[in-house]
């Protein structure tokens, strides 16, 4: 550090001077207070303060308060993100949300490597998780679950490579891998090839569908393809799922109580548990007397087995670590989701 002239750059000496303190500390210790650097060096404060705010941002140091500067440990070249937003816990089995993405994540991540770092930001605020990103060094991350465009945004601008997955907003924002927009399509036609004309629909859409634009989309499409079909939709035969069992159960005696009742409904994956139990209580046989198509496959252990159109979460992830390798030539990419049916036993053909 000696052969650099402090009056001829003074600049360069305090960062020659510093990065040389850094040297001599083991990550975590503890850089020498504000004053014990200005007699070592012969700098003034303001010019050694602006020095060291720039190794804080450069991740050479962090800044604990009222205890100094800190030497922050190399950081991780072999480290991916994956931030999701949930108060439930993650369960890493193929089948579930998100833990069957991420399963599928960690295995690619394992084959090159990587290691696969998991983030629950549910409580969070955006500043205190962007810091988070900061100084755990996190340059590559996927996102998903409730997250808004704001937030998505900033995250995308942090980090060099970022995917969205799923997200719940209809802002396009960086690198995304969206659900695809064909649920209620592929349903209805499975629907109308078995012969199915009087189709209900329950949906998740609540009061502020601002929150779930994909699923509004889904029963707008609903409505538009029975239209054209010249197919008659009753009011009860379509409600709001509720995500309790009296709401729920309240519903369907409003829509049982109608002289032409639906002989199919399409219902969302959370609400299958509770259709089956309808049925069961009121002696309805759920594939003979009443169709199901289900809206992702969420409860295997059903008896019938229901019929559904999902998303497979372990796909979901395998794909999203194809986009992540496409997308590192720096062009902003958008997929979507690929679908498919899993033949159940509650959609059969109908005899009319």
């Not at 003034?44 to 060291?52: A, E, F, N, Q, S």
């Not at 290691?115 to 060094?137: E, F, Y």
């Not at 980090?159 to 649920?183: F, K, W, Y």
Request: proline share 5%.
């Amino acid at each position: 550090m000696n052969n650099i002239d402090e009056k001829k750059d003074p600049e360069l000496y305090a960062r020659a001077f510093l990065e040389d303190m850094i040297a001599r500390l083991s990550p975590g210790e503890r850089l020498p207070g504000l004053r014990e650097l200005m007699q070592r060096s012969q700098l003034g404060r303001i010019r050694l303060k602006r020095v060291l705010d720039e190794m804080v941002a450069l991740h050479r140091l962090e800044l604990r308060d009222r205890s100094g500067f800190y030497r922050l440990q190399e950081p991780p070249q072999n480290q991916i993100a994956f931030i999701y937003f949930s108060n439930a816990p993650l369960i890493e089995t193929k089948q579930s949300f998100p833990g069957g993405i991420v399963y599928a994540l960690r295995q690619e991540a394992e084959k090159q490597q990587l290691q696969l770092k998991i983030i629950n930001a549910v409580n969070m605020s955006s500043g205190k998780l962007s810091d988070l990103l900061r100084r755990q060094h996190v340059k590559t991350a996927f996102i998903m679950g409730g997250v808004d465009a704001n937030l998505t945004s900033l995250l995308a601008g942090q980090l060099p490579q970022c995917i969205s997955l799923l997200p719940h907003h209809t802002a396009r924002v960086g690198n995304e891998l969206r659900d695809s927009p064909d649920m209620t399509q592929i349903q209805l036609k499975y629907l109308f090839q078995c012969n199915y004309r009087r189709i209900g629909y329950i949906h998740n859409v609540d009061e502020d569908w601002n929150r779930s634009p994909v699923q509004l989309q889904r029963l707008l499409d609903y409505y538009r393809i029975m239209a054209e079909h010249g197919l008659k939709v009753e009011p009860e035969w379509v409600f709001y799922c509720g995500y309790t069992w009296e709401h729920f159960n309240n519903h369907m005696h409003k829509m049982m109580r109608l002289n032409k009742l639906p002989d199919a409904l399409i219902v969302p994956g959370s609400a299958l548990k509770y259709i089956y139990r309808f049925c069961s209580n009121n002696g309805i046989a759920i594939g003979r007397e009443l169709a199901v198509i289900g809206c992702d496959d969420t409860a295997p252990e059903l008896t019938p087995r229901a019929t559904s159109v999902t998303n497979t979460p372990f796909e979901i992830g395998k794909q999203a670590w194809q986009l992540l390798q496409r997308c590192q030539s720096g062009r902003n990419l958008c997929e979507y989701t690929q679908l498919q049916i899993v033949t159940g036993e509650t959609v059969r053909h109908h005899d009319q």
